[in-house]
């Protein structure tokens, strides 16, 4: 009896593991250059200069949450500590092994924060099923910066006013041609 209560114990000691479905390591990656743009338009020629910052995250700017096991779940909750020092949460609908959205890890515009910054990442998660808890822990996720990249120069034409008002077209449009300063 005593050895077939150790083995049962032994069998459904198995280790749970979950975390992004990218991984637990991540490289942020910085690209900066210099770019000029000739703008044609109805309103006459305007000129304007630019230098374009960047930075992305590989080997994905987002990620799936996802279990090794499947979990009776149907929402998951990560929490993180953001670049202010503060705890955000952030959720998504969860089936089976996976969540339905993939999480912002890097990418910080008025509407998005990242998940993600410089270093060693703790995230906790909550498995709930109709508000009720299943299954909670943590897991760690490392972001190695890498050595900056400056792309060379470049310079368009557009038949877009707003090119030469606003660089974020440019920009992109540079980073794009450029390869990301590879």
């Known amino acids: 009896m005593l050895k077939v209560l150790l083995l049962s114990t032994l069998l459904s000691a198995s280790v749970f593991s979950a975390g992004l479905e990218k991984g637990d390591e991540f490289q942020a990656h910085y690209v900066s250059g210099n770019v000029s743009v000739t703008c044609f338009t109805a309103e006459g020629t305007k000129h304007a200069n ?13 990620s799936k949450f996802v279990t090794d096991e499947v979990v009776d779940a149907d929402k998951v909750t990560l929490t993180y500590v953001d670049s ?25 515009t008025l509407t998005q924060r990242p998940m993600l910054q410089v270093g060693e990442n703790e995230i906790e998660y909550k498995l709930t099923k109709k508000k009720s808890e299943v299954m909670s822990g943590a897991f760690n996720v490392v972001v190695n910066a890498q050595q900056p990249r400056t792309c060379s120069y470049r310079s368009y034409t557009s038949s877009l ?21 590879l």
């Open 50 to 62: 630019f230098r374009c910052t960047d930075s992305y995250l590989t080997p994905s700017m987002g």
């Open 161 to 181: 006013a707003s090119d030469c008002e606003a660089g974020s077209n440019i920009c992109s449009r540079y980073f794009r041609d450029q390869n990301d300063c």
């Open 84 to 108: 202010r020092g503060k705890k955000k949460s952030k959720s998504s609908s969860f089936k089976g092994t996976s969540s339905k959205s993939n999480f912002n890890l890097w990418i910080w």
